[in-house]
């Protein structure tokens, strides 16, 4: 789906349904150097679950219009902004990494338009290295290769997730190459730069009322599970799901995700 977000072209995936801003609407937010696709199972599945789906391609990325927005907060309000495009009065925002950061900002500042929160491989401070900040703008390729390693705990997924044998070290490293390409002008960095300088983390969560569910990746080397102390004490009415995984939970553990983004949609439905 196409919509028309602050004169851009900004593009939704929606489940493989038709998107009916009508029905209990969740929005799925991707990380850094990635797209909607990031999301293909769990968006599939709630959407045939009876949910509207809005999985969107951020500025810069993917089939949405650049540039890349450079800070969080700007990303916030252009994800308020496309609710609006969308027709959508209220929603669950769940994000992953730098798109849970993104939801979470959102939430603060609209808490009446969001019903619910999901921080999927989520931390804060969200500090990146000074090392592989300078990598990302210096040698993005080298920055990809050493991301795709360190997003995940194996290199296939298991014989009972989707897609067995399927390299899913690869198909990240792809997508993020194919990210690079459509952008050139230092995506990675932007994103990596825009999750080091957010601080309004503590401030934001300390605030959030609506149902919140925290997934976390216990072999997650990125985000551990531990660094997100902060947000979870902030947040003590949210729920945590930790999952075998490493970063990349919605390749590496699908079908728990899934279940959780579910249960947390249906809980925020009225």
């Avoid at 929005?27 to 789906?53: C, I, K």
């Amino acid at each position: 789906m196409l919509l028309d977000v602050h004169g851009r072209q900004a593009y939704c995936y929606t489940g493989g349904k038709p998107f009916g801003a009508s029905l209990p609407v969740i929005v799925l937010v991707h990380g850094a150097q990635n797209d909607h696709s990031v999301w293909a199972l769990q968006s599939r599945a709630l959407a045939h679950a009876g949910f509207a789906v809005l999985a969107p391609d951020l500025p810069g990325h993917g089939r949405s219009a650049g540039p890349a927005l450079d800070t969080v907060e700007a990303m916030a309000d252009w994800l308020l902004a496309l609710l609006d495009a969308a027709g959508v009065k209220r929603a669950v925002l769940a994000g992953h990494s730098m798109g849970s950061l993104i939801a979470l900002e959102a939430a603060f500042r609209a808490p009446q338009r969001v019903n619910g929160l999901g921080l999927v491989g989520t931390t804060y401070p969200m500090r990146v290295s000074d090392a592989l900040l300078a990598t990302a703008r210096d040698d993005e390729p080298a920055a990809i290769e050493m991301v795709a390693a360190w997003s995940h705990s194996s290199t296939v997924p298991g014989p009972s997730t989707a897609g067995p044998g399927t390299s899913v070290v690869n198909v990240a490293r792809r997508l993020m190459q194919r990210m690079a390409a459509r952008n050139p002008a230092g995506l990675f960095h932007t994103d990596f730069a825009a999750c080091n300088a957010y601080a309004n983390g503590e401030a934001a969560a300390a605030a959030i009322a609506c149902p919140v569910t925290f997934v976390l990746g216990t072999k997650d080397m990125m985000t551990p599970p531990r660094s997100a102390a902060l947000l979870t004490g902030a947040l003590k009415h949210g729920k945590v799901v930790k999952v075998e995984a490493g970063h990349a939970i919605m390749s590496e553990a699908p079908d728990a995700l899934r279940l959780a983004l579910l249960d947390l949609a249906r809980s925020a439905t009225p």
